[in-house]
Every structure is written in C-alpha cells, then in structure tokens.
C-alpha cells in the first residue's frame, strides 16, 4: 500500500491544479443541471439539459487548465523525450492522461452524483448514454485543444488565458456565422435540451463522440514538444484517426446535428373527470393543480365544444396524435404561470385562434378572441394585459376580466360559433 | 567504447560536421571550442542519434543506427544533460529524477533505488523530498546531473553543465561528476578551462566542425607559452591552437 499512496500523493501535487478544476467543474455541472429542473417536476431530461447547457462553460476552463499543464510540461520534457528510450508517443500520452484525466473525470463524477441524486428521488426517466458519451467527449476534445494549444505556445503568462478565450471564441463564431445546424454541431458544445416527450436520434450522438475522441487524440498526438516526426506505426494511427474524424464529422452534418424529435411514450397515468387529465408518469406531480385550473376552464367553457373532456399531455400541444376523444394540452412545468400557460396553450390550441391565422383577418377579430382566450385561461401576459389602457380592446378587456363566470359562459355560449370561426367583433363582447 | 565514423551532422541546412570520425573510451572527455564551433550540436546527436544525417555511430562495436531496437537500446544505455536543463514544474528532487528513469524504460522495481542512488552520487539524497524549484541553481544542476546518471549509462553526454556556477557550486558539481562518471564514457563541452584541469582525461578541440586537437590535457597546455594574457597553462595552450587555427584559414 505504501508505494501506492506515495504515488498517489505525488500525483496529487504535481496534478493539483488539475484536479482543483476537476471538482469545479463536477461541481458546476451538478449545479447547471440542479438548475434546470423545473419547479415540482424531477425529470432526467432536465438533468441532462442542463449538463448539455454546462459544456459553454466547462469546455474554455477544461480548455484553460489543460493549456496550463501542458505548458509548463513541454519546454522540460522536449530534450528529455528525445532522448528517451521510450517511445515519444506512450510519454505524451502518459503525461496527456495524468494532466486531461482528472478534468475529463469531472464528467463521470458529476453524472455519478446526479445519478445517485436521480435515483434516492425517484427522477422520471433515464439518461440516453449515447447523449451522456457525446458530452463526455466534448470535454474530451475541449481538454486536448487546451492541451495542444498550451503546448504550442509554451509557458506564457497568458497561455491559460488565451486558450480558454479562443475555445469560446470560437464556440461564439460557430455559432453566429448561419452555419446550418449539422455545421455548427462540430463544436465541441451541446446545446440541446433534452425532454421527456422526445425519441433520440442517436446518430448525431455517436458521430459527435466518435468525432470529438478522434480529434482529441490527433490534438495529444500532434503536441509533441520534442517535435519529432511520427514512425510508421504512429503514422497508421493518425491516418487511422483522420479518417474516424472525418467519418464521424460526416455522420454529425448528414443528420444535421439533431439529438431529438418530437414523440410520446404515452406513459400516461391519468386522474380526475370533467375533464380527466392523462399526464406523463414524470409530471405526475401536476396532476392536482392542473385540475384546479381545468377545473375552473371547465366552468367557463361548460356548454361549448370548447369544453374539456379527456386531456393528454402532448409535445407543446401541436402536431400530436391524442386518442380518440383526447384533446392535447402541453404543460412545461408545475408552477402557477406554468399551469395557466398550460390552460392558455389549450385555448388557443383548441378556441379561435386557429381560424384567426388566416391572412388579412381584421386585427379587431383577432383582437376580440385574444381578449376570449385570456379570460378563458386567466392569463392575459401575451395579449390583452399588455395593451395601453388607451389601445383598442383595452376598455374591453378591463371589463371582460371583471364578467362574472356564468355569466361569461352564458355569454361564451351564445357567442361560440362567431369565436371558433374568428369573426367575434370588439363589440360583441360582453 | 562510442565511435563516430563519417558522421555527417546539421544544424537547420547548415552542415556543422562533415565525414566526423571520433572515439571516445571510458574516462571524461572534455570537449573545448569558441561558440559556435559544434559542441551542442556533437552531443545532441550524440544524445539523440536521429539527428545524424549520414554516417554511423558504434557502441562497443555495434551499429546504433542499424534499427530502430539498438537506437531505443542505446538510447537506454546513455545519459544526456542539455545546456538548458530545464526542471519540471511541481516535481520534487526525487520525483524528477525517478521520472527521467521512467523515461529510460527503468522498471518500476528499479527506479526507486535507482534515484536514490544517483542523488546520493550528486549529495542530494538529503534534499529528496524538496521541490526542485526551491533548490539553488547549483544544486539544479546536481538534480540534472543525477537525473543523467540514473540508468546507470555507458555513455554521459554533458552540455555545459557548470556554467553559471559559482566557484563553490563548481567545485561540489565537478566532485560529484568525478565519482559519478566512474569508468563510463563520460563527453562533458565547457568554454571553461579550469573544468579540463581538474576533470579530464583527454581534450577535444573544435572548431568550424574539425578536430583541431585530441590529446591528453597536459599536450594542450604544452602547446601555450605559460605566459600572457591565459590564467593558465590549458588555455594559453587552447588560445595557442585556436590562433593557429585562424591563421592557418584561407
């Protein structure tokens, strides 16, 4: 044991720099994805949005660090490798694993923590692997091009710095310039979110992992502080990785980068009546307080075919396949302007709006069943509540947010057929 | 014994060694030239084979360059300390000499001891647990030393090793150099005469990629006047023969 923990301990010291931004950046990334739960929902998808999110962050200081250790590193070991017996390969190598392993760890911690996290809570779903190997190698390639890079410029004061500015820079460029998405996937960065109501397409995940791992090793191979050049059997190996690179490049651009598409497991546990609301097993949470919301859409639609039945949760409520007799409601989370959202979402969904959308409806009628919806769903942010009290509709809608609710659905009842077909005037409301 | 037969060697395009021939034997060598002359480049290729553009290089007979085996196996059996021994960052003294066995594919049995014993050759072994970083420039200079003497070498090559030493520091690098070469084949350059008076065993002079003198140190001091301008009777002799180099040029 002794020569293990001497080992260990001077690993420690001559890594602590490393191994210091290791337990930031699990840290950070267990933060990221704490962060991008939803209010009373505990979904993995969350989990994994926001590690997707953390790698803006975690690849320019994973980046940094590694430009540090392998600054410091080179200008020592170029004669010393030369004139090695050891092949200039297995010593970079060696020195790339005990400086990018510890930052490359911070993944694996991080996913270990919130894996315990998902489990001793009970989070809805499971981490995709693929999606998981992907970001994985994202920090990978991020560690190796601060690797290289602080290998090429050398021991400068402002190596780290630079390194970790132009592995955002160049996140910020590829992003900004209109590549199309397969383009800008060859960033090591993921952005995408992840949700319960989706069906992976994994081929962008493994291109991307195979493509990141190859590049990173190309990075480790090309940093050679003695400069030498490569042998035949290292020569076959690079060869060997360009053309994974490129392979996996290809695979990222032809499926255009996309990690998801819209779908329902129709994991459903459904509860209630008038309406009886199906919701994913994930967001059973919901289920309460979205009844007290249906529940009093229900009072004012009562009469109408506007009136809930039978709800499924559905991606955003749009383009979906409910059952017979189902209608879609989309719900992103369980607080209260989540819930109205939701309520708001199925007015629209299933009211007037829809007929509104044809070119050259008088703004008045489309005004007039904005002013329906918001009282409807009691969430006025996206339309009448923000009108000037001067505005046309403002008055009116002060005073339909005032109208008692049988009364609004006595009044919703004779007016349905003019709201469904969009042709409700400012003046026909109460 | 190392021979250099017909060793062609560059610097960038420049040829600095054309068709060299050269034997060393066990016993401190020491290598004089002004700047320029081709000492570094001599034993980085020494050092580093790969860098010989044409000619070959024999280790007790056998050919280095033959494959890729004997270079990795003299490579093995060779220690090198550059003109700008460079420390690693963070390393303490014992690690960074066990890291140089490493690289000289020591098992992992034998680096220990074998660390330990080459700082106790430099008088180092005391300060083992120290960081490199904070030992004085002499004491760096022993750390490299042991770091060149740690696989035990047939052959160790030394660039320069006591410039920028103080008196002192000198004197404790040279007696540690003493014991530690041993009867290896031992090539250490100097601008320094005084490390051929206590040191060698033979003298090389170079200048623009010829041998322009090999012998014993007392033929070199034979050649100077013994008076002048020279602190001593070696670099009277070395001035000697250099002037009589310059005038000797077309």
């Not at chain 1, 998981?132 to 021991?155: K, V």
């Not at chain 1, 020569?235 to 996309?258: C, E, M, R, T, W």
């Not at chain 2, 290729?45 to 007979?61: K, Y």
């Not at chain 2, 750390?143 to 030493?165: H, I, M």
């Amino acid at each position: 044991m002794r020569p293990m923990g001497r080992a260990l301990r001077s690993f420690a010291r001559r890594s602590a720099l490393p191994l210091l931004v290791c337990a930031v950046l699990t840290a950070l990334m267990i933060y990221m994805a704490f962060e991008s739960r939803r209010t009373g929902l505990n979904l993995w998808p969350d989990l994994v949005s926001g590690l997707s999110q953390s790698t803006v962050i975690t690849g320019p200081l994973a980046s940094g660090v590694c430009a540090w250790a392998s600054s410091r590193w080179a200008a020592p070991a170029a004669d010393r490798i030369r004139s090695a017996s050891r092949s200039s390969a297995s010593i970079r190598f060696a020195h790339a694993a005990e400086t990018i392993g510890p930052v490359v760890a911070a993944f694996p911690a991080a996913v270990l923590v919130l894996a315990i996290y998902g489990m001793t809570t009970g989070a809805y779903g499971f981490p995709f692997i693929p999606w998981l190997l992907a970001l994985w190698s994202c920090l990978l390639a991020a560690a190796s091009f601060g690797y290289a890079f602080g290998m090429a410029l050398g021991a400068r004061w402002f190596t780290s710095v630079a390194a970790a500015i132009a592995f955002f820079a160049l996140y910020l460029l590829s992003q900004s310039i209109g590549l199309p998405h397969g383009v800008r996937s060859l960033f090591p960065a993921v952005i995408d979110r992840d949700t319960a109501f989706a069906r992976y397409l994994p081929e962008s995940m493994w291109g991307q992992a195979v493509l990141f791992t190859a590049v990173s090793l190309l990075l480790i191979t090309a940093a050679d502080p003695a400069r030498r050049r490569l042998t035949p059997p290292a020569g076959i190996a690079v060869a060997f990785l360009a053309v994974l690179a490129v392979g996996g490049g290809a695979l990222v651009v032809h499926s255009n980068g996309q990690y998801l598409t819209g779908y329902n497991s129709r994991d459903f546990v459904c509860s209630g009546a008038q309406p009886e609301i199906c919701l994913n097993r994930g967001y059973a949470a919901a289920h309460a307080p979205l009844h007290e919301e249906f529940a009093r859409f229900e009072e004012k639609t009562r009469g109408t075919t506007l009136a809930p039945v039978l709800l499924e949760q559905n991606v955003e409520g749009i383009g979906d396949a409910p059952s017979p007799g189902a209608r879609s409601v989309y719900l992103d989370g369980v607080d209260a302007d989540g819930l109205r959202l939701s309520v708001f979402s199925y007015a629209t969904k299933y009211g007037g709006q829809q007929a509104c959308m044809d070119e050259g409806t008088p703004y008045q009628r489309i005004l007039a069943v904005a002013i329906v919806d918001a009282w409807l769903a009691g969430f006025d942010e996206y339309g009448p509540g923000e009108l000037e009290p001067t505005a046309p509709g403002a008055a009116e809608w002060a005073r339909m947010s005032g109208v008692p609710v049988a009364e609004g659905n006595a009044w919703l009842r004779t007016h349905e057929s003019e709201y469904l077909s969009c042709t409700l005037s400012l003046g026909d409301l109460p | 014994m190392l021979s250099a037969c017909g060793l062609t060697l560059r610097r960038g395009r420049r040829r600095v060694f054309e068709r060299l021939d050269l034997t060393l034997h066990p016993g401190i060598t020491v290598l004089l030239g002004p700047n320029g002359a081709g000492k570094s480049t001599l034993l980085q290729a020494l050092a580093n084979p790969r860098d010989i553009s044409s000619g070959d290089l024999l280790l007790d007979g056998g050919s280095v360059l033959e494959s890729r085996g004997s270079e990795r196996e003299y490579l093995g059996d060779t220690g090198f300390m550059p003109q700008r021994w460079r420390f690693f960052p963070g390393f303490t003294v014992s690690e960074s000499v066990e890291y140089v066995a490493w690289l000289k594919r020591m098992s992992r049995d034998a680096i220990r001891d074998a660390a330990l014993r080459a700082l106790d050759t430099v008088r180092l072994s005391e300060r083992r647990h120290d960081r490199v970083s904070r030992l004085s420039g002499g004491m760096r200079q022993r750390v490299g030393l042991a770091e060149t003497l740690v696989n035990s070498p047939a052959v160790v090559l030394l660039d320069e090793p006591t410039v920028g030493l103080d008196p002192a520091q000198r004197s404790v690098f040279r007696a540690a150099l003493r014991e530690g070469a041993g009867d290896r084949i031992t090539l250490l350059s100097t601008h320094l005469t005084d490390d051929v008076a206590v040191l060698a065993d033979r003298v090389i002079v170079i200048d623009d990629g010829r041998v322009l003198f090999d012998g014993a140190p007392a033929d070199l001091s034979a050649r100077g006047s013994g008076d002048g301008e020279a602190p001593s009777r070696i670099e009277s002799g070395y001035l000697a023969l250099l002037a009589e180099h310059e005038g000797a040029r077309p």
